[in-house]
């Protein structure tokens, strides 16, 4: 099992960026696949990003493709989310979330397969 703690939100302008970190304990990080999801107020919860626990392979969700761009470094048992150009609609509750898989390619943006989630943190963009 992992647990994870999400930090670096806060209130941004438009146009302005913020790093998300989503830091992990417990078992070896480097075994799990992880994806960032986003609920805004009033909306479900969707799929932001994915990395697989390798590193080489990622995805984005169209709204965020040449904006936002996720890594790892598994030495740190850390997932980033850099968020660059951020827009109003970007607001939202981010939460990371994990899920061990053998193969090292492996991600996902459907919200079911992850078993492991943090508790999120707020980022706020004004306009």
């Known amino acids: 099992q992992v647990q994870l703690v999400e930090s670096g939100g806060g209130l941004v302008q438009a146009g302005g960026s913020l790093r998300l970190s989503c830091a992990a304990s417990?078992?070896?990080?480097?075994?799990?696949?992880v994806g960032w999801f986003r609920q805004a107020p009033g909306k479900e919860r969707e799929f932001v990003a994915a990395i697989s626990w390798g590193g080489a392979s990622t995805f984005y969700a169209g709204s965020v493709r040449g904006r936002f761009t996720i890594s790892r470094d598994n030495a740190k048992d850390t997932v980033y989310l850099q968020m660059d150009n951020l827009k109003p609609d970007d607001t939202a509750v981010y939460y990371c979330?994990?899920?061990?898989?053998?193969?090292?390619?492996?991600?996902?943006?459907?919200?079911?397969?992850?078993?492991?989630w943090g508790q999120g943190t707020q980022v706020t963009v004004s306009s």
């Open positions: 979330a994990a899920v061990e898989h053998a193969d090292p390619y492996y991600y996902s943006n459907f919200e079911p397969y992850y078993d492991y």
């Open positions: 417990g078992d070896t990080f480097s075994k799990y696949a």
